[in-house]
T-cell receptor, first 115, second 110 residues
């Protein structure tokens, strides 16, 4: 149980375009999901907390207009990287916690390359 | 916010050796997890262990919450154990995101 699915696993896009990444909780409902970013050979950094039916909460230094988060249902959160630039190239990974069950489950991540 | 420090940053061992990875954190937490990140980036959850001791095969972990540290033990290392091991913590019970340490990069040589 507690499976989180993330798509796509890899995406290459042109500079200036937008990319949407989906994060789904497959066998549980997640009122809260989290988005992280990882640059090469670095640790994971929390970008934002996605709350079902309300606005996301962004960490300091994360541009909310560039990284649009939508959590329209209890099983789906999306991250849209708008007007992507090469410096947005990174590994993006989502997670969710199952109520009543300790710990967080992570998706398999999305490697974004902006050319 | 919470600070998480992991040591050592790098560790190279021969196959069959044992190792201990350490995670220190700066505040009380309700969530602590150990992850192994494979070469494809996937985070494999090893332990959810905000306190106490757990074992899973060749791996075990202990968290001493009152002293704010956790240890991950790997016995009889195999080459497939290579990768980055992260410790991550959160104060809340599911409403807070995790704060990750910088990881321990483990290389097991045949």
């Amino acid at each position: 149980g507690a499976v989180v699915s993330q798509h796509p696993s890899r995406v290459i896009c042109k500079s200036g375009t937008s990319v949407k990444i989906e994060c789904r909780s497959l066998d549980f409902q997640a009122t809260t999901m989290f988005w992280y970013r990882q640059f090469p050979k670095q640790s994971l950094m929390l970008m934002a907390t996605s709350n079902e039916g309300s606005k996301a909460t962004y960490e300091q230094g994360v541009e909310k207009d560039k990284f649009l988060i939508n959590h329209a249902s209890l099983t789906l959160s999306t991250l849209t990287v708008t007007s992507a630039h090469p410096e947005d190239s990174s590994f993006y990974i989502c997670s969710a916690s199952r109520q009543g069950k300790g710990g967080y489950t992570f998706g398999s991540g999305t490697r974004l390359t902006v050319v | 916010g919470i600070q998480v420090e992991q040591s050592p940053p790098d560790l190279i061992l021969q196959e069959g050796a044992n190792s201990t990875l350490r995670c220190n954190f700066s505040d009380s937490v309700n969530n602590l997890q150990w992850f192994h990140q494979n070469p494809w980036g996937q985070l494999i959850n090893l332990f959810y262990i905000p306190s106490g001791t757990k074992q899973n095969g060749r791996l075990s972990a202990t968290t001493v919450a009152t002293e704010r540290y956790s240890l991950l033990y790997i016995s009889s290392s195999q080459t497939t154990d290579s990768g980055v091991y992260f410790c991550a913590v959160a104060k809340g019970g599911g409403a807070d995101g995790l704060t990750f340490g910088k990881g321990t990069h483990l290389i097991i040589q045949p």
